[in-house]
């Protein structure tokens, strides 16, 4: 069974940075896409970045700039990091992984900006 594993969550001033990390566990990491999401408060969650198993990344338009995601397939482990933090990056961060039908989500990991 896949077990998504997040860490990297936390506290931080606006305009700092953090990095979240996420292990696949149970699964063939390689052929996953990976993705991360967040959910903000009194809103839906959406989609912020996304890296396929060769690499190709997307980016939601208010994360372009400030964010990368990445991934090493030796260590089963997608990243992302986040510069340059703003408040309304302020959000619950999902990681998930898919490989068709099947998809996978960890247990979210708090990210709070905040003066």
């Known amino acids: 069974q896949v077990s998504l594993v997040e860490s990297g969550g936390g506290a931080v001033q606006p305009g700092g940075s953090l990095r979240l990390s996420c292990t696949l566990f149970?699964?063939?990491?390689?052929?996953?896409?990976m993705a991360w999401y967040r959910r903000a408060p009194g809103k839906q969650r959406e989609s912020v970045a996304t890296?396929?198993?060769?690499?190709?990344?997307n980016y939601t338009e208010a994360v372009k700039g400030r964010f990368t995601i990445s991934r090493d397939d030796l260590k089963s482990t997608v990243y992302l990091e986040m510069n340059s933090l703003e408040r309304e990056d302020t959000a619950v961060y999902y990681c998930?992984?898919?490989?068709?039908?099947?998809?996978?989500w960890g247990q979210g990991t708090q990210v709070t900006v905040s003066s």
């Open positions: 998930n992984a898919r490989f068709w039908p099947d998809s996978y």
């Open positions: 149970g699964g063939r990491f390689g052929i996953y896409t």
């Open positions: 890296i396929e198993p060769e690499g190709r990344t």
